[in-house]
């Protein structure tokens, strides 16, 4: 990389493309999918790639696709976005709202697939120059927010022969033109649990006669999450919390059977592992306590997303060679869930998040809600973003294996 100028490439390409970019976008917003229905998505990310030489391969399942850009024999990066949408409905009003009912792009999926799009595009003129020293692997994945879209991709042979992998998430506390960068763990597990408990009902006027069975839930709703936090590493911050409840028709008959729904969220990776064994003998011990039987199903959600720290070097090289010096900015851990963890438990690599709010707005929606919308700059920022990542890394993959710092790119000159 070393000659060339590669914030002068990304700017001519840009001025080329990026409305068409914005335009794709909000194509996306309007028309969008949930998890495992993305077919038109696909089929348009499909036809973009296509259009310009690529072979892009749909997954067996018949949405998301993978896209290898370059070839030969150096390393390969794979970049990951999401192309699914969330069932909330858009509360917008802007000409690009959504026209799906009660369907929306609640999270910025919408971007990441069209900063994956962008980049790809810039990527295969690069590899078609001849600049390209190595391949990078585009991995569209469906279904993020289900989860289950990063297991599909896998299984399709998505990260076979990836060396490193990279993937962002808009954030709407960071301001557009910057990148939240974090070492170690950047999300947390999601898991969900749901118990149900029996016992002999009966009449409000003799609880003696029954097993209390309301009175038993409630003390499993509190006793569960208070005994969790004795029993694990404070530092793991593993928590259960509530979501539904459910028991009964009548004040004054006490049901034989309720039901209990939440979630279990966890920082760390080896108490994520512990917490299913440890919250069934748990729930039994209370349970036998106020004799009611209790069944427990534990679904795995997602595991933490846990960054690499050599990954997350490439990321701040990248950034502050594109986007300029402090592009890159501290971030915290996350309590919510995010997919890509499974792909860092089989490949190391990072997550970003990329900035949406324009600077000095005062509040800026929130993600998952219907009011969500970025400052289409970020588009823009998240390809140059994009780019640089993938090919700092596949000139530090070529390079020889030293004790002393890597020196990345140079990405100015």
Known sequence: MRGRNLRGELDAFLAEVEGGLIAFRRDLHMNPELAFAEYRTTQHIADRLSAIGL?????????????????????????????DALPVSDEKD????????????????????????????????????????????????????LPGGALEVMAAGGLSGVDRIFGLHCDPRVDVGKVGLKTGPITSACDRVTVRVSGPGGHTARPHLTADLVFALAKILTELPAALSRRIDPRSSLSLVWGRVEAGSAANAIPDDGVAEGTVRCLDEEAWHAAPDMIKALLESVAGAYGVEAQMDYVRGVPPVINEEISVQMLIEAAEGVLGEGASVPTQQSLGGEDFGWYLESVPGAFARLGTRTPGEAHSGDIHQGTFDVDETCIATGVRFMVATALTALWEGQRPATSEPAVLMNLDN
């Open 55 to 83: 072979a892009p391969s749909v997954l067996p399942r018949g949405t998301g696709l993978i896209c290898e850009v370059g070839s030969g024999d150096g390393p390969t990066v794979a970049l990951r976005a999401d192309i």
């Open 94 to 145: 802007v000409p690009y709202s959504s026209t799906v009912p009660g369907v929306c792009h609640a999270c910025g999926h919408d971007v990441h697939t069209t900063i994956l799009l962008g980049a790809g595009l810039f990527l295969a003129r690069q590899a078609e120059a001849g600049l390209l020293p190595g391949r990078v692997r585009l991995l569209f994945q469906p279904a993020e927010e």
